[in-house]
């Protein structure tokens, strides 16, 4: 089945720790998005890729990096975690990120808490 | 500053109609989605406009005004099943999505 995968679903983790939450997508789409998803606040951007092999700066990147070293994997790494980066992080595609009237695709998140 | 307001959480009884009403003030205007996200679940797509007026498809419809910063999600004989998040989003001017926090609809029998 087409679609956004992302890993893990779910974790815990020690502040100071180093770790990448995994995307994939399967559906040849130029753009991908990482977004945090926090109670009572809206979706917010944290990096975005247009394409393969460039990245750039959302809402909210600091403490995050990505990469995309190929159209369909967009890894997000928090190199050393804290307990404010506990959310929600989801994963999203579109096919062209200049063409406004594309949906983004969602992946089904992973829950990420920082002890 | 880009805003996004919708309400926090309405209620509604099953079988009836609701009205998500969402307003906006971005930098530029190039679209505004809806989403439907239940809870637990990803986000996903409703419907986009980008002219005034209204798209309807099925049970959902939904309303833009670009020059009162205004659109609304319509819902029709809802079902149990429409209990979710609805989230509206705006395409800003560097075509990234403005989103809002979400209402929370909860469908009563």
């Known amino acids: 089945i087409a679609g956004i995968t992302q890993a893990p679903t779910s974790q815990i983790l020690a502040a100071g720790r180093r770790m990448t939450l995994r995307c994939t997508q399967d559906?040849?789409?130029?753009?991908m998005y990482w977004y945090r998803q926090d109670l009572g606040l809206g979706l917010r951007l944290i990096h975005y890729?247009?394409?393969?092999?460039?990245?750039g700066k959302g809402e909210v990147p600091d403490g995050y990096s990505v990469s995309r070293a190929n159209t369909d994997d967009f890894p997000l790494t928090l190199a050393s975690a804290v307990p404010s980066q506990t959310s929600v992080y989801f994963c999203?595609?579109?096919?062209?990120?200049?063409?406004?009237?594309?949906?983004?695709?969602f992946g089904d998140g992973t829950r990420l808490s920082i002890l | 500053g880009q805003n996004i307001d919708q309400p926090t959480e309405m209620t509604a009884t099953e079988g009836a109609i609701v009205q998500i009403n969402c307003t906006y003030q971005?930098?530029?205007?190039?679209?505004l989605f809806w989403y439907q996200q239940h809870a637990g679940e990803a986000p996903t797509f409703l419907s986009y406009?980008?002219l005034d007026g209204l798209e309807e498809k099925g049970r959902f419809s939904s309303f833009l005004s670009r020059s009162k910063g205004y659109s609304y999600l319509l819902l029709k004989e809802l079902q149990m099943k429409d209990s979710a998040s609805y989230l509206c989003?705006?395409?800003?001017?560097?075509?990234?999505?403005?989103w809002g926090a979400g209402t929370k609809l909860i469908i009563k029998p």
């Open positions: 890729s247009n394409t393969a092999g460039t990245t």
């Open positions: 971005t930098s530029g205007f190039n679209g």
């Open positions: 559906m040849r789409h130029n753009a």
């Open positions: 989003a705006v395409v800003d001017s560097n075509y990234q999505l403005i």
């Open positions: 999203a595609s579109s096919s062209d990120a200049g063409n406004s009237n594309q949906p983004q695709h």
């Open positions: 406009n980008v």
